[in-house]
């Protein structure tokens, strides 16, 4: 069974197509594709309030590619959802709605929370051990979602208005921050010490440059070293220096502040970095829902 997703997000689309292969009635997600492009719609939204002209035509081009992509590949179901930038543009809905007109692919906005509880359909932290509890960080350009686990279980999971585009912007009162960090430390407190684990294309770039090896956890001061690191180094140098794409250079800085703040205010000294995303977690979340014979 081939099935593929697209997450349409604030800095970037994705497309991933899996080959999935049941073992004794155990699936076994083996990735395909994996293809990227940097709509950047958050630098319309988080300002305008809309996407203009230019990125609807970047998004028309983009489902178009990836719809040819899916049917050379032969996948039998594809999902498709949009996040952040997405979730607060006027706009959203006409674009949906010509997208399917176009290529057939029907485009779901995903809440905040289930955002937040699609990229636990990864079911990471269910296979670590219970001497920890555990807190998914996902950064995405327009917001951020915290999954927490103790003892094996869901406890806490929520989505916030913190995102790389809009810090990059300005966009993010204090008082935001200031709702995180309460949530953070009222969800830690008196629970097994904390273990990060790490998603979205900024913390998989900053681990490939840590030159870690894999499973292997990335500490808090190495993260606090390279936010100053790359704070102090302007953008153009950035690029050039690290060999970061442009759309990577500028939202690294502001995401790692994100990372480090949580896992401060969690008292979390380390954070895996599994390589999963969004699309991953909506992969599976296909899967289970075609195996539960439910209608999507």
């Known amino acids: 069974m081939r099935l593929a997703a697209i997450d349409i997000g604030s800095n970037a689309a994705r497309l991933l197509i899996s080959e999935v292969i049941e073992t004794n009635g155990e699936p076994e997600f083996n990735k395909l594709n994996l293809v990227r492009v940097p709509l950047r719609l958050g630098f319309d939204v988080f300002e305008k309030g809309y996407i203009t002209k230019h990125r609807i035509g970047m998004i028309f081009q983009t489902m178009k590619a990836y719809n040819h992509l899916i049917n050379v590949y032969g996948v039998t179901n594809v999902i498709a959802c949009a996040t952040s930038a997405m979730r607060d543009a006027t706009n959203s809905q006409d674009i949906i709605r010509k997208v399917k007109l ?6 779901e906005i995903l809440s905040g929370d289930i955002e937040a509880m699609i990229i636990y359909e ?8 219970t001497d920890h509890s555990y807190m998914y960080i996902d950064v995405g350009g327009g917001s951020t979602e915290l999954t927490f686990f103790a003892d094996g279980k869901l406890i806490y999971k929520h989505s916030f208005n913190i995102g790389t585009i809009r810090i990059l912007k300005n966009l993010v009162p204090e008082s935001a921050w200031d709702e995180m960090k309460e949530a953070v430390k009222t969800i830690t407190k008196g629970q097994k010490k904390l273990v990060a684990i790490g998603t979205g294309g900024n913390i998989n770039k ?9 499973g292997k956890p990335l500490q808090l001061d190495l993260l606090k070293d390279y936010l100053k690191e790359l704070s102090a180094v302007p953008l153009a140098d950035r690029i050039r220096l690290y060999k970061l794409r442009e759309d990577r250079a500028d939202v690294i800085v502001p995401a790692l502040q994100i990372y480090v703040n949580v896992m401060r205010w969690a008292d979390a000294e380390e954070i895996f970095v599994p390589k999963i995303g969004l ?3 909506l992969v599976q979340h296909l899967y289970s829902e075609l195996k539960k014979g439910k209608k999507l």
Not at 102 to 107: C, M, N, P
Not at 122 to 129: P, Q, T
């Open 102 to 107: 176009e290529t057939g692919i029907e485009i």
């Open 122 to 129: 990864n079911h990471i932290a269910e296979h670590l051990d």
């Open 206 to 214: 900053v681990f490939s440059m840590s030159k870690r090896k894999d």
């Open 279 to 281: 699309a991953d977690g």
